[in-house]
């Protein structure tokens, strides 16, 4: 259908321009030069505590024609960061993608590491025995990698986070002047504007360590953040049957469907369909059109050990709060509106056709 749109619309400004008399069109050029066409990839890493859905998350920037993998980190939060770089080595071959996975923090800048129930079972995969890669993690440090991938390419490298923000903090701190040359950093993390996950107040990656969080907005840098809300829309959850037609899926899909397993029976206990906010989260980066709106915001991260540890207080350009706090600028962009049903489709394409 894609390729039908497209071509009315050659036909039609061929049309205009005859009629214009601005030049006959060269049939053997009738798209224009592809090379000229080509959009520039975005050179990527990604950063994840690699457990199911992070895996698929994966899968989809794998399969995009959109990005260009310069390596992905891992560390502690879904599971310990042994087991999520091996998810990510298997998600990847998978794939059938050779990318460098290094392995980073294991535990959080300053508290201990929060032990919560594994909703994705205990290896991050749904306990199915899927985990075998052939390849290794590598021998260097990720934060090491990240600052040297942005070093050798200031301004186009940008991040996509996928777990706690530890590794981005850390290297923050070891080198600040190097990230700001960070040219935008795509997030799963907060609540977004509605409820939290790991507490009714907080989302899991933030509330794994929010110092890490608060750490990295106070850095202003160019920052996308797509919430836990977006993701808990029900035209954008898996279904049961969404889940049997994955079994079915392509190599992707079958490995998904069983590496859900875990992760789909906990949502089910609690009657609900399943939420993919990190998929969505890549989704955001390659294909555009799933993101309706963004809203700059002004974000705080509550680090009080108390109830409100890890709640992102959101304070929306363009609207007045009597208390509003003095800030020195809008420190993330925060996607308000997603287009559900085509993120859902796209989605499911990758995984089954």
Same mark, same amino acid.
Request: aromatic share 8%; charged share 25%.
């Given at each position: 259908?894609?390729?039908?749109?497209?071509?009315?619309?050659?036909?039609?400004?061929?049309?205009?321009?005859?009629?214009?008399?601005?030049?006959?069109?060269?049939?053997?050029?009738?798209?224009?030069?592809?090379?000229?066409?080509?959009?520039?990839?975005?050179?990527? %890493? =990604?950063?994840?505590?690699?457990?199911?859905?992070? !895996?698929? +998350? #994966?899968?989809?920037?794998?399969?995009?024609? *959109? /990005?260009?993998?310069?390596?992905?980190?891992?560390?502690?939060?879904?599971?310990?960061?042994?087991?999520?770089?091996?998810?990510?080595?298997?998600?990847?071959?998978?794939?059938?993608?050779?990318?460098?996975?290094?392995?980073?923090?294991?535990?959080?800048?300053?508290?201990?590491?929060?032990?919560?129930?594994?909703?994705?079972?205990?290896?991050?995969?749904?306990?199915?025995?899927?985990?075998?890669?052939?390849?290794?993690?590598?021998?260097?440090?990720?934060?090491?990698?990240?600052?040297?991938?942005?070093?050798?390419?200031?301004?186009?490298?940008? %991040? =996509?986070?996928?777990?706690?923000?530890?590794?981005? !903090?850390? +290297? #923050?701190?070891?080198?600040?002047?190097?990230? *700001? /040359?960070?040219?935008?950093?795509?997030?799963?993390?907060?609540?977004?504007?509605?409820?939290?996950?790991?507490?009714?107040?907080?989302?899991?990656?933030?509330?794994?360590?929010?110092?890490?969080?608060?750490?990295?907005?106070?850095?202003?840098?160019?920052?996308?953040?797509?919430?836990?809300?977006?993701?808990?829309?029900?035209?954008?959850?898996?279904?049961?049957?969404?889940?049997?037609?994955?079994?079915?899926?392509?190599?992707?899909?079958?490995?998904?469907?069983?590496?859900?397993?875990?992760?789909?029976?906990?949502?089910?206990?609690?009657?609900?369909?399943?939420?993919?906010?990190?998929?969505?989260?890549? !989704?955001?980066?390659?294909?555009?059109?799933?993101?309706?709106?963004?809203?700059?915001?002004?974000?705080?991260?509550?680090?009080?050990?108390?109830?409100?540890?890890?709640?992102?207080?959101?304070?929306?350009?363009?609207?007045?709060?009597?208390?509003?706090?003095?800030?020195?600028?809008?420190?993330?962009?925060?996607?308000?509106?997603?287009?559900?049903?085509?993120?859902?489709?796209?989605?499911?394409?990758?995984?089954?056709?």
């Amino acid at each position: 259908m894609k390729y039908i749109r497209k071509a009315i619309a050659c036909l039609t400004a061929a049309a205009v321009l005859l009629l214009c008399g601005c030049g006959a069109v060269d049939p053997n050029n009738f798209f224009g030069s592809a090379q000229d066409n080509a959009p520039q990839k975005h050179k990527v %890493i =990604i950063d994840t505590d690699t457990g199911s859905d992070d !895996a698929a +998350a #994966l899968i989809l920037a794998a399969s995009s024609d *959109k /990005l260009d993998i310069l390596g992905v980190t891992v560390l502690y939060g879904n599971v310990p960061t042994d087991n999520a770089a091996d998810n990510a080595l298997m998600t990847l071959e998978v794939c059938n993608v050779k990318v460098p996975v290094y392995i980073g923090a294991d535990k959080p800048l300053k508290k201990e590491r929060k032990e919560m129930v594994s909703v994705h079972g205990s290896d991050g995969m749904g306990d199915q025995d899927l985990i075998h890669p052939h390849s290794s993690a590598e021998k260097g440090d990720a934060v090491d990698f990240i600052l040297d991938t942005i070093k050798s390419d200031p301004g186009n490298v940008e %991040i =996509i986070a996928l777990g706690p923000l530890t590794n981005i !903090a850390l +290297a #923050l701190k070891k080198d600040p002047d190097t990230m *700001k /040359l960070c040219k935008r950093i795509w997030v799963m993390g907060t609540p977004g504007f509605g409820d939290g996950n790991a507490t009714p107040v907080a989302e899991f990656n933030v509330y794994s360590d929010a110092e890490a969080y608060d750490a990295v907005l106070r850095a202003e840098l160019p920052m996308t953040v797509l919430g836990f809300d977006m993701a808990a829309t029900e035209e954008a959850r898996l279904t049961k049957d969404d889940m049997e037609i994955l079994a079915l899926g392509n190599e992707k899909g079958v490995f998904m469907s069983k590496a859900f397993s875990k992760l789909f029976a906990f949502n089910q206990e609690s009657g609900q369909n399943m939420t993919l906010p990190d998929p969505m989260a890549v !989704a955001c980066l390659i294909w555009p059109d799933v993101v309706l709106e963004t809203k700059a915001c002004y974000g705080e991260v509550c680090t009080d050990d108390d109830d409100t540890y890890g709640q992102v207080i959101l304070y929306q350009k363009g609207v007045v709060y009597e208390a509003m706090p003095e800030i020195g600028s809008y420190n993330l962009d925060v996607v308000t509106k997603i287009d559900a049903d085509l993120f859902k489709y796209n989605f499911m394409s990758v995984m089954t056709d």
